[in-house]
């Protein structure tokens, strides 16, 4: 039997080739048959976790709420370091100093990912604008969605705290931070479903230990980590609760 393997969309382009290393040093340390299936978008990620064609999975916080509580999937692993947050940017010339200064008409360039977009609409509240008065404008990237910053296509828009900083100083050089959030808790996390349910302490075991290696170390460095840390279930549950009350 092969088992399924995928990744958050919100992982930047140029780790494609450092996701397929990981799967193949993952592969011969389980002696397990899996195949890594990457998706163009959250959507399309969602309709094969609905279709069950999904086993293990680095999730982002709101596909953990779906897969740990509808679907049976168990936290098993995060990335060591500080939780997940996102910014609202604009050009670092805008006259826009801050999110009350938006107004009806504002365009905001974003991705599809779920959790940045819900936290930012969030962040945008002070400016009291609703889907009415937003322009949203859909980017397949987070280097996309810079790019309509740049070329003035758009006033705002989202991004997550790691991909800001990932991009080059002369990029963020011409941007500007208008907010950032502070949720603290919300995480992406390596899950792992029903039909590994039997190996899920072993890969624990596994991940949490990739960085005594020198191969390991340079695969996680790759991918953007220092290691893996264990999650307490509780950890997870309380994150999804803070989900669930931000999207209500």
């Known amino acids: 039997m092969t088992f399924n393997f995928t990744v958050s969309p919100s992982f930047p382009n140029e780790r494609i080739s450092d996701w397929y290393i990981f799967n193949t040093w993952l ?7 899996i195949h890594l299936e990457l998706y163009g978008s959250f959507g ?8 069950g064609k ?6 982002n916080p709101f596909d953990a709420s779906l897969l740990v509580r509808e679907k049976g999937f168990r936290a098993i692993a995060r990335p060591e370091g500080p939780p997940d947050e996102m910014v609202v940017l604009t050009r670092a010339d805008s006259p826009i100093l801050e999110i009350r200064d938006l107004q009806p008409g504002t365009r905001l360039a974003c991705s599809d990912d779920p959790c940045v977009n819900t936290v930012g609409r969030i962040l945008l509240e002070p400016a ?14 987070y280097i996309q969605v810079a ?8 006033d705002v828009g ?3 705290l790691e991909a800001f900083e990932g991009l080059s100083p002369l990029i963020r050089r011409d941007l500007r931070a208008l907010v950032q959030s502070e949720v603290y808790v919300i995480r992406h996390v390596f899950l792992a479903g029903p039909a590994l349910a039997e190996r899920a302490d072993e890969l624990t075991a596994l991940l949490v230990s990739m960085h005594e290696s020198d191969k390991g170390r340079n695969i996680l460095e790759a991918l953007g980590a220092r290691s893996w840390q ?5 950890d997870v549950e ?8 931000l999207t209500q």
């Not at 009291?128 to 990237?141: A, G, K, M, P, Y």
């Open 27 to 33: 592969q011969r340390a389980l002696s397990l048959p």
């Open 44 to 51: 399309a990620q969602r309709v094969a976790i609905e279709e």
């Open 54 to 59: 999904v086993d293990l999975i680095y999730a």
């Open 128 to 141: 009291n604008l609703n889907d009415s008065t937003i322009v949203e404008q859909r980017r397949e990237t």
């Open 147 to 154: 790019r309509a910053l740049l070329r003035d296509e758009a």
């Open 158 to 160: 989202f991004m997550p």
């Open 230 to 234: 264990p999650v307490q279930h509780e």
């Open 238 to 245: 309380f994150m999804i609760d803070i989900i669930s009350t």
